[in-house]
């Protein structure tokens, strides 16, 4: 008796071959039925092809696409969690023991006590904590996702409207039937895929950033809201050692500056909600250059993945800014620049007479930020923005100039109303804002602040 025949009945159809795994991921998207042409089509792409860990690479992310649950929003928060939790522990992530918490505790109440001689904007009870870099990735995550979720929506607006004016400029019957079918049937799962991408490389961004941060909010971001400050003891270890300074002054340099971030977003509320406004303005007018894209695709080797999606990202975020986009980049960055700049003042203030390394801590920082970092590259790829205040120096000497006119006092008073926050224009002409700012101190300040905006209301 012969044995039955168990061999699969489509290895007699008409089907060109084709790996496994994108076969049955074609299948699953036609209900099981593979047309020929559609196969063809894949393969005279070159699909073939492609490398088998790759390809491996690949289809587990479009897993992860399609497992992820349904959310209502552009970005998917906990598909971009799980990936920069991913990240974090392939780079080695430790763990925060009892000894870095109650230190990083005891050195953020000696920060805050020493701010507290050099300004009076304050938030109250404030609590220092050690975080591993999971934690960090878990607690800020919902910023991240409110400060990307206008760009990601912007994107997958204009990615549905470029390919739907593709498809509409095809000349009829020029796709196979079954190609033209699943295309008709793929908006939602198109806008699905697009986002859970967007999703993945948010985690990648992030988790990379969180090996890189020491502390909380150090990309000048309300990353982490008062009363909790946050230390990152790995990576600040890693800083001393490589500065040859001890941790203890390190660390109570780092948490001065973090107090600083901490104090400054919760003493001016309209801060955190004015960088979020300049994203959104930005993300109002994205648009995606086909031609710039397709060019960029006949150009790369398929089988790199790394040059895949640099060469796509670059091209994809490299359009002509719009008027409006321009004003809300500009916007965001001397935004950026004013936060990191009054932090550069108020915490060599604070430091001076209390830490010998300050000096060479804050050139460390100052290089830092001048050398970037992969996180940064990575989010200029992702939403087209840069972390890295590039007018930081000029903002520093407008705080200066302020402070030189009328002290601590004068300074801070700069932050007391957005309409009266330095311009762009201002970190050109320092001089000129503290001559158009200059009021009498203590409480003839408060009064011609009042008369100023009650002027406003009445205009």
């Not at 109002?284 to 894209?293: K, L, M, V």
């Amino acid at each position: 008796m012969e044995p039955p025949d168990v061999s699969d009945p489509r290895d007699d159809d008409e089907t060109p071959d084709l790996p496994p795994e994108i076969e049955q991921l074609l299948r699953g998207l036609t209900g099981g039925e593979l047309d020929p042409q559609v196969a063809d089509l894949m393969r005279g792409m070159g699909l073939d092809q492609v490398d088998p860990q790759m390809l491996q690479m690949v289809m587990g992310q479009v897993q992860a696409m399609f497992s992820a649950p349904e959310t209502d929003t552009a970005v998917n928060p906990t598909l971009a969690t799980d990936t920069a939790r991913k990240v974090v522990a392939a780079a080695g992530d430790r763990l925060s023991t009892a000894s870095d918490r109650s230190a990083s505790a005891e050195a953020v109440h000696v920060a805050d006590l020493w701010l507290g001689e050099v300004t009076d904007l304050s938030a109250p009870a404030l609590q220092g904590t050690a975080w591993s870099r999971a934690e960090w990735v878990e607690a800020t995550m919902p910023v991240w996702t409110d400060l990307v979720e206008p760009v990601a929506e912007g994107v997958t607006a204009a990615v549905g409207d470029a390919m739907a004016g593709q498809l509409e400029n095809l000349p009829e019957g020029s796709l196979p039937e079954g190609v033209a079918g699943m295309l008709d049937q793929a908006g939602p799962m198109m806008r699905k895929m697009h986002g859970s991408m967007f999703s993945i490389q948010l985690g990648q961004g992030v988790g990379t950033l969180a090996g890189e941060v020491v502390t909380g909010c150090e990309v000048a971001l309300p990353l982490v809201a008062a009363p909790t400050v946050a230390l990152m003891p790995q990576a600040l270890r890693e800083l001393a050692e490589g500065l040859e300074v001890d941790e203890p002054q390190a660390r109570l340099y780092l948490a001065v500056r973090e107090v600083a971030r901490v104090r400054l977003f919760a003493a001016v509320p309209w801060l955190g909600p004015a960088v979020l406004a300049a994203v959104r303005d930005y993300a109002a007018g994205i648009t995606i250059d086909t031609e710039a894209i397709e060019e960029a695709a006949r150009s790369i080797d398929p089988s790199d993945p790394n040059a895949v999606q640099e060469a796509l990202q670059g091209k994809m975020f490299d359009p002509q800014h719009s008027p409006t986009q321009k004003d809300a980049l500009a916007r965001l960055e001397t935004l950026l620049a004013l936060v990191e700049g009054w932090v550069d003042v108020v915490t060599e203030r604070a430091v001076s007479s209390h830490l010998p390394s300050a000096a060479a801590l804050g050139e460390s920082v100052r290089r830092r930020r001048a050398t970037g970092g992969p996180a940064e590259k990575t989010f200029h790829a992702l939403v087209g923005l840069e972390l890295r205040p590039r007018r930081l120096r000029d903002a520093a000497n407008l705080f200066r100039a302020l402070e030189d006119s009328g002290g601590p006092t004068g300074r801070d008073a700069a932050w007391r109303h957005p309409d009266l926050a330095p311009s762009a224009a201002d970190l050109d002409d320092p001089l000129g804002y503290v001559e158009r700012s200059s009021v009498p101190p203590g409480d003839d300040l408060d009064a011609e602040l009042d008369a100023l905006l009650r002027g406003e209301e009445d205009g």
